[in-house]
Structures are given as C-alpha cells and as structure tokens.
Nanobody
Framework: QVQLVESGGALVQAGGSLRLSCAAS????????MGWFRQAPGKEREFVAAITWGGRGTYYADSVKGRFTISRDNTKNTVYLQMNTLKPEDTAAYYC?????????????????WGQGTQVTVSS
C-alpha cells in the first residue's frame, strides 16, 4: 500500500511558476514509476508527466513539454513537478500517481495509487 500526499498548489498569475511536491509513504518508493495527471472542471483527467522508477526516463504531454519538469528524490520518497511559464489553461486539480512493479504511469490504466489532488489556478 502506498499513500500519496500532494502539496504546492496555489493561485498564480500567468507566466509564473509553481513547484508541486508529492510525498509517498512506504519503503518501496524506488520501485514505483511516478506521474502527474490533471483534471480541469468539466474535463476528463489527463496525463501531464511521468518519471521512471530510477529517474532516468521522463515523459511529458505535448501541452506542457518545455515548460514543466518532473523529478524525483528516492531518498526523500518525493516526486516533484516544476511548472514554469504557467498559462490559464493549466488551471486544474493536479494528482500524483504511482505505478507498481517498475512500470511508468503514462495513462490512467497504469496507475495503482492516486493522491488526493492539489489545486492550481492560473489567472490571466
């Protein structure tokens, strides 16, 4: 069992930056691929970014490529999402996700555990 707790969501102006954090419980964090998804009001949850269990591979949605960076610190059981040049269309609840058995969560079907979400609001 893995519990995920996100933090760092806030209201920010367009062009600004935020860093989201996701702290994971458990001793086997390094065996989990980690990711971030987001859901805007009235829309389906969508993939944002993912990182492999060892941190060597990263994946991004086209809409955030070049602006967002995912990283992880296995010594702290934490995954991060650095978000730069934020746009109003980035407004959403952001969810941390974990995939067991060394898989990488690039779709909802890959996810074994979800966090509770943290709200990011970008004003124009």
């Amino acid at each position: 069992q893995v519990q995920l707790v996100e933090s760092g969501g806030a209201l920010v102006q367009a062009g600004g930056s935020l860093r989201l954090s996701c702290a994971a419980s458990g001793r086997t964090f390094s065996k989990y691929g980690m990711g971030w998804f987001r859901q805007a009001p009235g829309k389906e949850r969508e993939f944002v970014a993912a990182i492999t269990w060892g941190g060597r591979g990263t994946y991004y949605a086209d809409s955030v490529k070049g602006r967002f960076t995912i990283s992880r610190d296995n010594t702290k059981n934490t995954v991060y999402l650095q978000m730069n040049t934020l746009k109003p269309e980035d407004t959403a609840a952001y969810y941390c996700a974990a995939a067991s058995s060394f898989r990488t969560p690039k779709s909802g079907d890959d996810v074994d555990y979800w966090g509770q979400g943290t709200q990011v609001t970008v004003s124009s």
